[in-house]
Every structure is written in structure tokens, then in C-alpha cells.
């Protein structure tokens, strides 16, 4: 499965858009982006996924490049219980596991 | 909404011990996972199990075995827990045969070794 990259962490004011970057320069074309958070004392949670298409849900907007080397996923108003670890991950479409990378912190600040 | 509960949420066991982590999931879900999770490291796949009595090695199966006899559970064991096994384990869930269905993990175990 293709490696993603991801920044360390980032901060957000409460009530803007929080806008998390996600590169996958070596993605190929079965593969699936997937969106995860995980905040503190809790597991994982799933958030989105994406082939190519953007993608819209409850919780958050996943905008694809065109040639899917990267992404970014969009929590339109952020609140401080936004506040976690966000993992970008690559899955194959028969793929039989998931690699969960270090993710990005992002601290949601009033 | 589904639910993943794993039995304890804090565990401290002592070295040498025969360790059972316990993994209930409440919708019927094909696949079922155990990861561990410790600083700088992420996660890391211990084991799956995509259907009843049938199970498949992660990337760090080393000191683990699983068992699956009904499908809503699936158990970790530790045959002889060692300190290098103290970390937090995740018990997941996902729905069908591939692994596009989203996975819906439980909250957590910390295992302490002394």
C-alpha cells in the first residue's frame, strides 16, 4: 500500500475551517484514501473515504487532486472537541490491512 | 451505532503471565482486528480474523495468538506476557470481506507488565 505523509501537527481557532493536509505521491489506481481520528483516551474513529471523487459527509469534506497524489480533509467549523490525532491512510481495494501512520495533532483552540 | 467493547480498560498483569484480552462487537461484523498502539509507533496489526475460527497474521504477531469460536468476539492472548508487551491494545470491527468497510474500534486496553 503507498505511504502517506503528513504534517507533524497544526492549530485552528474554534468556528473556522480546519484544513488538513495529506500527501500519497505513490498511490496507484485501486487504492482508497481513508480519513481516521482518534482523540485522547478513545479509539480510532472513521471519519471519510475517497477514490477520486471529492466527498462529503456529517463530520467533514475530503477534496482529492486530481492526479490523487494528495488531499486534504476539511472539518468545515471546527470545535475544541475536534481537538485529536487525524490519520491519512492509503488502502488497496482487496487490500488485508490498514497502516496506521503518525497522523497530524490538531489542536482546535478557542 | 455499532459497538465495540473490550472488557477492561486498564489491565496490569505480571511477567510470565497468561494474559486474555476480551473483544465484543454487536453487529454481526465479518472482520474483526487487534492492533497495539504505543508512542512514536502508531498503530501496529497484530492479528485479524475475517470470518469464525479463521484468522490471519499482522505485522507483529510475535508472543500473540487469537481466537475466534463466535463471531461477535474475538480474543488476544498473551501466553507469557513480557514487558515489552505493556502498551495500549485496540480491538476493531469492520463489516464485510473487504477492507473498504470502514473499521469501528473499541476504546481500548492499557496493558501494564511489571
Known amino acids: 500500500d503507498a505511504k502517506t505523509t503528513q504534517p507533524t501537527s497544526m492549530d485552528c481557532a474554534e468556528g473556522r475551517a480546519a484544513n488538513l493536509p495529506c500527501n500519497h505521491s505513490?498511490?496507484?489506481?485501486?487504492?482508497?484514501v481513508y480519513w481516521y481520528r482518534q482523540i485522547h483516551s478513545q479509539g480510532p474513529q472513521y471519519i471519510i473515504h475517497?477514490?477520486?471523487n471529492n466527498e462529503t459527509n456529517e463530520m467533514a469534506s475530503l477534496i482529492i487532486t486530481e492526479d490523487r497524489k494528495s488531499s486534504t480533509l476539511i472539518l468545515p467549523h471546527a470545535t475544541l472537541r475536534d481537538t485529536a490525532v487525524y490519520y491519512c491512510?492509503?488502502?488497496?481495494?482487496?487490500?488485508?490491512?490498514?497502516?496506521f501512520g503518525a497522523g497530524i495533532i490538531l489542536r482546535v483552540k478557542s | 451505532d455499532v459497538k465495540v467493547t473490550q472488557s477492561s480498560r486498564y489491565l496490569v498483569k505480571r511477567t510470565g503471565e497468561k494474559v486474555f484480552l476480551e473483544c465484543v462487537q454487536d453487529?454481526?461484523?465479518?472482520?474483526m482486528f487487534w492492533y497495539r498502539q504505543d508512542p512514536g509507533l502508531g498503530l501496529r496489526l497484530i492479528y485479524f480474523?475475517?470470518?469464525?475460527?479463521?484468522?490471519e497474521k499482522g505485522d507483529i504477531p510475535e508472543g500473540y495468538s487469537v481466537s475466534r469460536e463466535k463471531k461477535e468476539r474475538f480474543s488476544l492472548i498473551l501466553e507469557s506476557a513480557s514487558t515489552n508487551q505493556t502498551s495500549m491494545y485496540l480491538c476493531?470491527?469492520?463489516?464485510?470481506?473487504?477492507?473498504?468497510?470502514?473499521?469501528?474500534f473499541g476504546n481500548g486496553t492499557r496493558l501494564t507488565v511489571t
Open positions: 476493531a470491527s469492520s463489516l464485510d470481506g473487504q477492507l473498504l468497510s470502514p473499521l469501528h
Open positions: 505513490t498511490i496507484s489506481g485501486n487504492e482508497y
Open positions: 475517497g477514490l477520486k
Open positions: 491512510i492509503v488502502v488497496k481495494e482487496y487490500g488485508n490491512k490498514l497502516v
Open positions: 453487529m454481526d461484523h465479518e472482520n
Open positions: 480474523s475475517y470470518d469464525v475460527k479463521m484468522k
